[in-house]
């Protein structure tokens, strides 16, 4: 995917990225981490954030309101790409923190769904059930894989 996006840095295991989100509320350091959710089969967790500057956490429910939303988000599909370069294709799982931000995710996986679909697997899950995403359909999580 050619989205623009923020230059990134992986930490040594490619399992923490950092970049620096650049708007009208300054610079903000955002993180993305990718742990396992589940052993078997492997499911690798996606958690993004803003971090806080005195205390170096991470907080996936603060608004900064940079007004660089997709750019954001792109950078973080940017991490997924480079994780699965990374480690393989190991399903990833994403759900927001809170249903506004899982619904910007689907909203943001529709718009770009044909692009992303070209190399990309995603499924949605809703009804206790996952199944291919589509688009108008809400979903309370996503999981993506490489084709």
Same mark, same amino acid.
């Given at each position: 995917?050619?989205?623009?996006?923020?230059?990134?840095?992986? =930490?040594?295991?490619?399992?923490?990225?950092? &970049?620096?989100?650049?708007?009208?509320?300054?610079?903000?350091?955002? $993180?993305?981490?990718?742990?396992?959710?589940?052993?078997?089969? !492997?499911?690798?967790? @996606?958690? &993004?954030?803003?971090?806080?500057?005195? #205390?170096?956490?991470? =907080?996936? #429910?603060?608004? /900064?309101?940079?007004?660089?939303?997709?750019?954001? !988000?792109? $950078? %973080?599909? /940017? $991490?997924?790409?480079?994780?699965?370069? *990374?480690?393989?294709?190991?399903?990833?799982?994403?759900?927001? /923190? $809170? @249903?506004?931000? *899982?619904? @910007?995710?689907?909203? =943001?996986?529709?718009?770009? @769904?044909?692009?992303?679909?070209?190399?990309? #697997? %995603?499924?949605?899950?809703?009804?206790?059930?996952?199944? !291919?995403?589509?688009?108008?359909?809400?979903?309370?999580? &996503?999981?993506?894989?490489?084709?």
């Amino acid at each position: 995917m050619n989205l623009d996006h923020y230059p990134y840095a992986p =930490s040594k295991n490619f399992k923490n990225y950092y &970049f620096y989100s650049e708007g009208p509320n300054g610079r903000i350091k955002k $993180t993305v981490i990718y742990s396992i959710l589940w052993d078997d089969p !492997l499911v690798y967790n @996606l958690a &993004f954030g803003d971090e806080d500057p005195k #205390t170096g956490m991470i =907080s996936d #429910t603060v608004k /900064s309101n940079n007004h660089d939303r997709d750019k954001v !988000l792109a $950078t %973080v599909a /940017s $991490t997924v790409i480079d994780f699965m370069s *990374t480690y393989g294709n190991i399903p990833i799982y994403a759900q927001g /923190s $809170t @249903l506004s931000r *899982t619904r @910007l995710y689907q909203l =943001s996986i529709a718009h770009l @769904l044909d692009e992303i679909n070209e190399g990309f #697997t %995603v499924r949605g899950f809703r009804n206790n059930n996952w199944e !291919l995403f589509q688009r108008n359909v809400n979903y309370e999580a &996503f999981l993506v894989e490489k084709k």
